[in-house]
């Protein structure tokens, strides 16, 4: 069974800093380009950032551009999302999502407040 | 950035057909915008419905279909069940097939 499984969301103060990590099982992760999606509480949805298969290309929304780093581990079958500068608008729930978007972890929650 | 719009919400009888819409700012959208479909009920991630415009995954109810109409996206939903009561959404891409922008959604009920 095809699973993503994401971690490492939690309560940040505005300006802080959290790494998201994505754990995937039952398919080949290095044959996959993959995705994080988030959604704001009660809010639709808004693709992050892309990675390709080896990791040498990287997409960015324009709204988390240059304080977010999407990364992979193929050895370790996993997925990050590095998030810097965090701001009120950031928090939402954020979705690990293979390839052309499918299948979707269940999601971690990131809240920044103070 | 591009604006991707949807109606915000619509009702659908238990039978019946509707169609929802995936409208772009920027013009006309195309199959070069790689349409996809996504269904989310309360509580739950995402699930993809259709993608490149109108292509089914395995799981994906035949009572639904992807198509291009009058310059838009569309999901038809052909038979509406009380189960396909959910949120749906649409994303297309801009510059390649590797990043998008998503509708707001839209609030199907069954009713």
């Known amino acids: 069974e095809v699973q993503l499984v994401e971690s490492g969301g939690g309560l940040i103060q505005p300006g802080g800093s959290l790494s998201l990590s994505c754990a995937s099982s039952g398919f080949t992760f290095s044959s996959y380009e993959m995705n994080w999606v988030r959604q704001a509480p009660g809010k639709g949805l808004e693709w992050v950032s892309y990675i390709s298969i080896g990791g040498s290309t990287k997409y960015y929304a324009d709204s988390v551009k240059g304080r977010f780093s999407i990364s992979r581990d193929n050895a370790k079958n996993s997925l990050y999302l590095q998030m810097n500068s965090l701001r009120a608008e950031d928090t939402a729930v954020y979705y690990c999502v293979r390839g052309r978007f499918d299948p979707w972890g269940q999601g971690t929650l990131v809240t920044v407040s103070s | 950035q591009a604006v991707v719009t949807q109606e915000p919400s619509l009702t659908v009888s238990p039978g019946g057909t509707v169609t929802l819409t995936c409208g772009s700012s920027?013009?006309?959208?195309?199959?070069?915008?790689?349409p996809y479909w996504f269904q989310q009920k309360p509580g739950q991630a995402p699930r993809t419905l259709i993608y490149d415009t109108n292509n089914k995954h395995s799981w994906t109810p035949a009572r639904f279909s992807g198509s291009l109409l009058g310059g838009k996206a569309a999901l038809t939903l052909s038979g509406a069940q009380p189960e396909d009561e959910a949120e749906y959404y649409c994303?297309?891409?801009?510059?390649?097939?590797?990043?998008?922008?998503f509708g707001g959604g839209t609030k199907l009920t069954v009713l």
């Open positions: 920027t013009g006309v959208v195309t199959s070069g915008h790689y």
């Open positions: 994303l297309l891409s801009y510059s390649d097939a590797h990043s998008g922008v």
